[in-house]
């Protein structure tokens, strides 16, 4: 992840511009976005992400006439839960590790978020995800707040029986901060269903905290462990009922549609079986190991067990190796960014050739990198309205656990599909009423649920 270390007193991070070239609203001046970010004690370099996702979120404030307590409410996380914890390794030798939990609103409902494991973790990337999942919740309508968590752990450079220890006891340090009615974790990079099986397991011999069903206290879980059927490929599920329901309005037909990957993990692979299913054609892949492109078209399901079985998509026998350059570069219709945050920056928005930008990941493109896109005419989907469908199955495996039912995989995506399309018209009347871009819009509609919210419950004393 790009380095986030303020050296002097910048002006905060700006969001993009509202645009439409028809009478868009001009966003807050820097001086008065200075105060409150000073006001609120918020980094104000602007490449950190926290100071990007605040200033997205403060403009589409701005864009809507939000009172000023709820912005200073939603510029800051309720809870920063930071912990170390002692590890034994298979040689022996003991590690120290460190580890996350962020909890920043839970006025909708209990926090919820996913848990990443990734080395590269920071407090500002966790506060930066759990305020995005806030966003989210309210946007696709689950009674949720958001939160994020993390370790800093390379999982690959762990045996099965090291991440056992070390995720068996990160939940032990956090486990007073979560539960199936407070804070319920989920998957993230790095993390999967056997990790989140991990957690249930040994939260429920935490009984004087576990209550009746403990196992409900983390979703993602594997489906013969309280998992839902449909959870795994759900964020992959969503981004396409995204794009099957928006790209009619920018005038594209999905079974037409061109498009490249970027990160291959979960969301990512998961995006491009959905979307060739749909009649689609994958054409270019990256992931931490390369870059591949194949004209023709890439069997996204033959590549994800090329994935499965080397760890990347270097060495797929069915395309060529490209450089980063060519690869951005390859004229598509869509675009799927599917792997960290800030790598749609301003080099790569310029060399992008593509329509539509479904941000499958979580911010996946920094504020000056989307005014380059903006400024192309490239429409971006963004990240709260596209991959909302991760959290979405993981409100129906929540409830499954606290009614003791079994969805079938029909019944799951329908409702999936319900919630999503719903989302997507919310985001569509805000941006007809307040005459700004898609990201504006999906801010607004999520910030007008916690309005109302705020409004009915009162601050208290
Ligand atoms: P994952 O660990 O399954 O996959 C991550 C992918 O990113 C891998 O293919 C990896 O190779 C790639 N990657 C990592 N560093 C890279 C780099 N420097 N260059 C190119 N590729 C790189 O993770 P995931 O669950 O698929 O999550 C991906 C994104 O989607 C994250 O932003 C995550 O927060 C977001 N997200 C995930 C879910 C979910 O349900 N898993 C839900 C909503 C949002």
Same mark, same amino acid.
């Given at each position: 992840m790009?380095?986030?270390?303020a050296t ?7 969001s993009?511009?509202a645009?439409?070239g028809? /009478?868009?609203?001009?966003p807050k001046?820097?001086?008065?976005m =200075? *105060?409150m970010?000073?006001?609120? +004690?918020?980094p104000t #370099?602007p ?7 605040v200033s997205?979120m403060l403009?589409a ?5 939000l009172?000023d ?6 510029a800051?996380?309720?809870n920063?839960?930071m ?11 003991t ?11 839970n006025?909708l409902?209990?926090y919820k978020?996913?848990l990443r494991f990734?080395?590269d ?5 966790v506060?930066s995800?759990?305020f995005?999942m806030?966003?989210k919740c309210?946007l696709?309508g ?7 968590g993390?370790?800093k752990?390379?999982?690959?450079d762990?045996?099965k /029986? ?5 995720v068996?006891?990160?939940? =032990? *340090?956090i486990?007073h901060?979560? +539960?199936?009615?407070y #804070?319920?974790?989920a998957?993230d990079v ?7 099986a991990?957690?249930a397991?040994?939260y429920s011999?935490l ?5 009746n ?8 879980k594997?489906?013969?462990?309280g998992?839902s059927?449909?959870?795994?490929k ?5 981004v ?11 005038k594209?037909k999905?079974?037409k549609c061109?498009f490249?990957?970027l ?7 998961w995006?491009?079986?959905i979307?060739q299913d749909?009649g689609?054609?994958?054409?270019a ?8 492109a194949n004209?023709k ?12 079985? =080397?760890?990347?998509v270097?060495?797929? +026998?069915k395309?060529?190796?490209i ?5 951005y570069k390859?004229k598509?219709?869509v675009?799927?960014?599917a792997?960290?945050?800030?790598m749609?920056q301003?080099?790569e928005a ?6 539509v930008?479904?941000?499958?990941a979580?911010a996946?493109?920094?504020p000056?990198?989307?005014?380059i896109?903006?400024?192309?005419g490239?429409?971006v989907?963004?990240?709260?309205l596209?991959n909302a469908?991760?959290?979405t ?7 499954q656990n ?6 079938d995989?029909e ?6 599909n ?13 941006r ?9 819009a999906a801010?607004?509609a999520a910030l007008q ?13």
């Amino acid at each position: 992840m790009p380095p986030t270390t303020a050296t002097k007193k910048q002006k905060p991070a700006q969001s993009a511009p509202a645009h439409n070239g028809n /009478g868009a609203v001009t966003p807050k001046s820097a001086g008065q976005m =200075t *105060a409150m970010f000073e006001e609120l +004690g918020l980094p104000t #370099d602007p490449n950190n992400l926290y100071a990007q996702t605040v200033s997205t979120m403060l403009h589409a404030a701005e864009v809507m006439g939000l009172p000023d307590y709820l912005k200073q409410i939603l510029a800051q996380p309720k809870n920063e839960i930071m912990v170390h914890f002692p590890v034994r390794m298979d040689n022996g030798k003991t590690r120290l590790f460190k580890g996350y939990r962020v909890q920043h609103n839970n006025a909708l409902g209990p926090y919820k978020g996913g848990l990443r494991f990734h080395h590269d973790v920071h407090l500002d990337d966790v506060k930066s995800l759990a305020f995005l999942m806030t966003m989210k919740c309210s946007l696709v309508g689950v009674p949720y707040g958001g939160g994020k968590g993390g370790i800093k752990v390379n999982p690959r450079d762990h045996s099965k /029986g090291e991440m056992e220890r070390i995720v068996r006891r990160f939940t =032990t *340090a956090i486990a007073h901060n979560i +539960g199936p009615d407070y #804070d319920i974790p989920a998957p993230d990079v790095g993390s999967g269903s056997q990790h989140m099986a991990w957690i249930a397991d040994t939260y429920s011999f935490l009984s004087e905290i576990g209550g009746n069903n403990p196992i409900a206290v983390i979703t993602g879980k594997p489906v013969e462990y309280g998992g839902s059927l449909g959870r795994e490929k759900a964020t992959g599920q969503g981004v396409v009922d995204t794009l099957v329901e928006m790209l009619p309005e920018l005038k594209l037909k999905p079974e037409k549609c061109t498009f490249s990957v970027l990160g291959y993990g979960n969301v990512g692979s998961w995006s491009g079986k959905i979307f060739q299913d749909k009649g689609a054609k994958m054409v270019a892949v990256a992931d931490h190991t390369g870059f591949i492109a194949n004209p023709k078209g890439i069997d996204a399901f033959d590549l994800d067990e090329h994935v499965k079985k =080397t760890g990347g998509v270097k060495g797929y +026998g069915k395309a060529a190796a490209i450089s980063k350059d060519e690869f951005y570069k390859t004229k598509v219709d869509v675009f799927i960014p599917a792997a960290l945050e800030q790598m749609i920056q301003e080099p790569e928005a310029r060399m992008l050739d593509c329509k539509v930008v479904a941000e499958g990941a979580n911010a996946p493109t920094t504020p000056a990198g989307e005014r380059i896109l903006m400024e192309r005419g490239i429409e971006v989907l963004p990240a709260i309205l596209c991959n909302a469908g991760g959290v979405t199955v993981s409100y129906f495996e929540w409830v499954q656990n606290k009614t003791f039912q079994s969805w079938d995989l029909e019944y799951v995506d329908r409702e999936l599909n319900k919630h999503m399309v719903k989302a997507a018209q919310k985001t569509r009347a805000a941006r007809k009423q307040f005459n700004c871009d898609l990201r504006t819009a999906a801010y607004i509609a999520a910030l007008q649920r916690l309005q109302q919210a705020y409004e009915v419950r009162g601050i208290f004393p």
